[in-house]
């Protein structure tokens, strides 16, 4: 059976926390690869904060540019209106069959608030949960999600992971308005891609 990881977020922008994620994803789970899906127009953000698509777009692509089994799709970008993971991952357990099993690979703070999404029980039939935390994070709320009832038969579905890096997209949005270097927080090309663009400031 195949093993395909997806990795949704707005990628606001990518950076190597994101990277790191998916590549001990990739080996823990033995993923056969790895799917970037940078959504369209997210329910969860603040419209205001979210830089125009097709820079986010870009910015994936040059990441994961060469980087073997990582490729990137554009079925929420290419979506009208408010993008649902529950529609994608239906779109994508359609495209790829019954001999393919489906991950989600998200952080902590996207699990935490998965009851919040459309048709989140749905969800866990579609797909299987990678969850990325970051060193020393709590994990109470998470605790108190998996013992929600509906939740409960589901939550041999719901893989953690801790991860060393401790890296947030808000984080490098305010170094940059501040005029701060993150250049170790960001792959070279999304730092001359943001510079080059004037993004964030």
């Known amino acids: 059976m195949q ?20 590549k ?67 779109k994508l357990a359609r495209k790829y069959g019954k001999k393919t099993k489906l991950f989600y690979i998200m952080g902590l703070d996207s699990i935490n608030e998965i009851l919040d999404w459309k048709k989140p029980l749905e969800l866990f039939s579609l797909c299987e949960f990678i969850v990325g935390t970051r060193p020393g994070t709590r994990i109470r709320t998470f605790r108190r999600l998996v013992k929600f009832p509906p939740l409960q038969k589901e939550v ?10 401790n890296i947030s997209s ?19 090309v999304i730092e001359n891609y943001i510079h080059k663009y004037g993004l964030y400031k």
């Open 24 to 90: 001990a994803a990739m080996e823990q789970f033995a993923l056969n690869k790895i799917i970037f899906v940078p959504a369209g127009m997210p329910p969860h953000k603040n419209a205001k904060e979210v830089i125009d698509k097709k820079h986010r777009y870009q910015m994936v692509k040059r990441a994961i540019k060469n980087k073997r089994n990582f490729c990137i799709s554009r079925i929420e970008l290419d979506r009208t209106g408010i993008t649902y993971a529950v529609d994608t991952f239906n």
């Open 3 to 22: 093993r395909i990881g997806i990795m949704g977020g707005t990628f606001n922008p990518i950076h190597k926390g994101h990277l790191a994620l998916a």
């Open 156 to 165: 041999d579905k719901i893989h953690l992971m801790e991860l060393k890096e």
């Open 170 to 188: 808000s984080e490098i949005r305010e170094r940059i308005k501040a005029k701060k270097s993150v250049r170790s927080l960001v792959p070279r």
